[in-house]
């Protein structure tokens, strides 16, 4: 501080958001997967690549918080490359990307609105798989939509994700 110039970090915040519904008529072989987990016996997701909702909100709250788009803009639905693609494995790429664009991740925080599975019994594996692939803690918070709507019919699976990065 010699100088007399004052360095100032830069914080921002970025929230993301996914939601799938799920497969009327289950894949032979496809298995539901949330926060890099695996759920057999549930009923799975209709997704391009695996589905998993808690790992493609987190990466697009990265995105977004660092300014580089979404997650559709660098991993598209209508790419045959991302078709059945691990998540977790998009994610650490999201995470690479914010690293080479000078960004550090601080943490990101999920809600994951379902009515099932329950997500208490894999919470500390699926933040381990995050917190892994992101480089930094990802915390995940099971939420009921209580009967209410799509979700609160168990209709589908939905995740908001908030998460903050900072530059030097």
Known sequence: MGSGTVEQMIVRVGQGFD???????PTPGRVLVL???KF???RTLVGHSDADVIAHAVADALLGAAGLGDIGQHFPDTDPKW?????IEILRTVASM?????WNIG??????????PKLAPARDAMQAALSS??????????????GLGAIGRSEGIACF???VVTRD
Not at 98 to 102: E, N, P, Y
Not at 107 to 116: G, M
Request: one cysteine or more; glycine letters at 14%; charged letters at 30%.
């Open 19 to 25: 939601i799938h519904r799920f497969e009327d008529t």
């Open 35 to 37: 926060g890099g987990q």
């Open 40 to 42: 057999p016996g549930e």
């Open 83 to 87: 078709k059945g693609a691990d998540s």
């Open 98 to 102: 914010l690293a080479t664009d000078g």
């Open 107 to 116: 943490n990101v925080d999920c809600s994951v609105v379902c009515e099932r």
């Open 133 to 146: 692939a992101a480089g930094a803690p990802v915390t995940v918070k099971g939420r009921r939509a209580e």
């Open 161 to 163: 994700a908030s998460a």
